[in-house]
Nanobody, 118 residues
Framework: QVQLVESGGGLVQAGGSLRLSCAAS????????MAWYRQAPGKERELVAL???????YYTDSVKGRFTISRDPAKNTLYLQMNSLKPEDTAMYYC????????????WGQGTQVTVSS
């Protein structure tokens, strides 16, 4: 089992920045990738960014050039640096980990709220 705990959310004005963190613990060797998802009220959960075991990254189009996903293997921590935030970035942000066994994001954190005011 893998446990994920997010932090770093909050209220920020449009144009501001936040850095989200996700601390992983447990069977770290059983995961081979991590990602950030978000879900706004009334909308479906969407993939924001992911990073694989080799360090390759992917970003959804709406955050390219503004968000940066990174990890610190020594701390078992995943980050999401969010710059130039927009009101439409307001959502609950979730950290997820991809299982080596299932190749699916089977592990999820509890989420951290990001609110961007206009």
């Amino acid at each position: 089992q893998v446990q994920l705990v997010e932090s770093g959310g909050g209220l920020v004005q449009a144009g501001g920045s936040l850095r989200l963190s996700c601390a992983a613990s447990g069977s770290i060797s059983s995961i081979n990738g991590m990602a950030w998802y978000r879900q706004a009220p009334g909308k479906e959960r969407e993939l924001v960014a992911l990073i694989n075991i080799r360090g390759g990254t992917y970003y959804t189009d709406s955050v390219k050039g503004r968000f940066t996903i990174s990890r610190d293997p020594a701390k078992n921590t995943l980050y999401l640096q969010m710059n130039s935030l927009k009101p439409e970035d307001t959502a609950m942000y979730y950290c997820a980990a991809r299982s080596v066994l299932t190749s699916k994001y089977d592990y999820w954190g509890q989420g951290t709220q990001v609110t961007v005011s206009s």
